[in-house]
């Protein structure tokens, strides 16, 4: 399906970089954008999929395993090992979109007894193993669901039980999840979880609102065209993330940050924070990005404060 282009959202590059944390940082797992309705937050997660590049899996796996982590394989792809070498191909990163209504078992998947041996049925978060998991409208799924998504995320391996049978599988994944602020309040506990959380800009500008309604009729009407003539701006973006993901190791932050972001941290109550040490982890890693963006080797105060807008807790200002 064609895609809105990234670099063509107008007004919210905060959101739309924002998003590229994902594939830059293998510590920045999750991502939440909030904003009133109609402020490009699905546009950008989804525009995100032009950005993922391919992976290489083991020919004929359900899970997408990665041939080259032998360790990590499913039990189909150890079996496979046994009599054959392993073959490869290679795909798109997967992007998958969940549905609020998704049950629990649409979710994890089903095992049940089969003639010879235990039988599983693919899950959501089977097809989502090595890419990311789009939650639109975070409120909007159940405490069970979001709390098995996260800790199957955070294991990084799905296990299925039920009765005495089960089954595993590799589930490691990403999240990138939006909420609408206009429909209601967000539990601080599902914000905590998120590694980033960045705010759409309302646009009230009535140039700027003029260009946004051009460009996506524009879309709508010719989108071959459109996302052509984006491609060297695309092209430029892509270019970003593959030198700050070069880039991100190189970055040393020094010790006065380190001290200065736990100083920081401790100053919330647990009611705004609870895990002051995580939450310090959190801002170093935005920062790290930050500055791999502009190619510095050297995190400065600059880029504690633009981790500080851009963290799931809320310090004062
Ligand atoms: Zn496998």
Not at 120 to 125: D, H, I, Q, T, V
Not at 281 to 294: D, H, R, T
């Amino acid at each position: 399906m064609l895609r809105m282009p990234l670099s063509s959202i107008i007004g919210q590059e905060h959101i739309t970089k924002a998003v590229t944390f994902l594939i830059i940082h293998p510590d920045i797992n999750y991502v939440l954008l909030l904003g009133d309705k109609g402020t490009a937050k699905t546009t950008s997660a989804k525009a995100l999929l032009d950005y993922l590049g391919t992976i290489d899996m083991v020919t004929g796996c359900r899970f997408q395993c990665d041939p080259y982590d032998v360790m990590n394989l499913c039990s189909e792809c150890e079996a496979r090992m046994e009599e054959q070498e392993l073959s490869t191909n290679t795909i798109e990163r997967p992007f998958v979109i969940a549905n609020p209504s998704v049950s629990m078992k649409g979710l994890v998947g089903t095992v049940m007894k089969g003639k010879d041996g235990v039988l599983f049925n693919n899950g959501l978060l089977a097809r989502a193993n090595r890419g990311i998991l789009f939650m639109d409208e975070i409120s909007h799924y159940s405490e069970d669901i979001l709390d098995k998504t996260y800790s199957v995320a955070e294991e990084g391996t799905n296990l299925v039980k039920e009765g005495n049978l089960e089954f595993e599988h590799p589930a490691k994944f990403k999240i990138i999840a939006t909420h609408d602020t206009e429909s209601g309040y967000l539990p601080n506990e599902v914000v905590w979880r998120f590694d980033v959380v960045v705010k759409t800009r309302r646009i009230d500008d009535i140039e700027e609102r003029m260009e946004i309604a051009r460009r996506s009729m524009e879309f709508k009407n010719h989108p071959q065209a459109f996302i052509e003539r984006y491609e060297a701006q695309e092209e430029k973006a892509m270019e970003a993330i593959f030198n700050a993901r070069k880039h991100y190791k190189k970055v040393i932050v020094p010790k006065k940050i380190k001290d200065e972001a736990m100083k920081l941290c401790e100053k919330l109550d647990t009611k705004e924070y609870p895990s002051k040490e995580e939450l310090a982890n959190k801002l170093i890693n935005i920062g790290v990005v930050n500055a791999s963006y502009e190619g510095r080797n050297w995190y400065t105060k600059k880029d504690l404060a633009f981790a500080v807008k851009l963290a799931p807790a809320k310090f004062p200002k």
